[in-house]
């Protein structure tokens, strides 16, 4: 089956700055790459996602790369803000796109 | 997003007993399943909910443990069954977007289950 490794676990910047989220996945077949967003006590959120036939994806602040030779997808938050602290999860999935997700991580973003 | 409906949010249950959580949906949704988190971790998916019949178990996870039930398209239940504290843990419900899994998938708000 798929897994998805994820990196760093956790990540600390401040506001103003930039993070960087990079996943790898194993399954060749995998096609369908989204991000959630978790904030303490609350459910997951999907923040963006992105498709294997595509190679970047913009929404405001935040990011998504593609590269579907090397195996890897990347998470990019732009002028980080307090806000946007939480933990990030990348997932990857096939043709029924259940997600398979990565471990987690934990973006801190001092004032 | 189809709006997700969770219940329990949360429970304190002596060890031994059992626990049912339902996930009802305000819309039809063909995929529905059941994860769980343990504090501190990822998403670990325990089972996919079929209607009409059994549900799917992933590798770990065991029918007579996890029942789930789903009588219909916008209902599913998951029970947590003689329970220890290991089983402490966030458990929750999942399904396809408006517009049908291609477009991903939404979580209910979860059950905090805490085995004493």
């Known amino acids: 089956g798929e897994n998805v490794e994820q990196h760093p676990s956790t990540l600390s910047v401040q506001e103003g700055d930039s993070a960087v989220i990079k996943c790898t996945y194993s399954?060749?077949?995998?096609?369908?790459f989204p991000w959630y967003k978790q904030e303490l006590g609350k459910r997951p959120q999907l923040i963006i996602d992105?498709?294997?036939?595509?190679g970047e994806k913009k929404d405001q602040r935040i990011a998504v790369t593609l590269n579907k030779t090397a195996k890897h997808f990347s998470l990019h938050i732009t002028e980080t803000q307090p806000e946007d602290s939480a933990v990030y999860f990348c997932?990857?999935?096939?043709?029924?796109?259940?997600?398979?997700f990565g471990r987690g991580t934990s973006l801190i973003v001092h004032p | 997003s189809a709006v997700i409906s969770q219940k329990p949010s949360r429970d304190i249950c002596q060890r031994g007993t059992s626990l049912t959580i339902q996930c009802q949906v305000d819309?039809?949704?063909?995929?529905m399943f059941w994860y769980r988190q343990q504090p501190g971790q990822s998403l670990t998916l325990i089972a996919t909910?079929?209607?009409?019949?059994?549900?799917?178990?992933e590798s770990g996870f065991v029918i007579d443990k996890f029942p789930i039930s789903r009588p219909n398209l916008t209902f599913s239940t998951l029970t947590v069954s003689n329970m220890s504290p290991e089983d402490s843990s966030i458990y929750l419900c999942?399904?396809?977007?408006?517009?049908?899994?291609?477009?991903?998938?939404?979580f209910g708000s979860g059950t905090r289950l805490t085995v004493v």
């Open positions: 399954d060749s077949a995998s096609n369908y």
């Open positions: 819309s039809q949704v063909t995929m």
């Open positions: 999942s399904v396809e977007r408006e517009g049908g899994s291609i477009y991903g998938y939404t």
């Open positions: 992105i498709r294997s036939n595509v």
């Open positions: 997932a990857a999935s096939g043709g029924s796109y259940i997600p398979t």
């Open positions: 909910a079929n209607q009409g019949s059994e549900a799917t178990y």
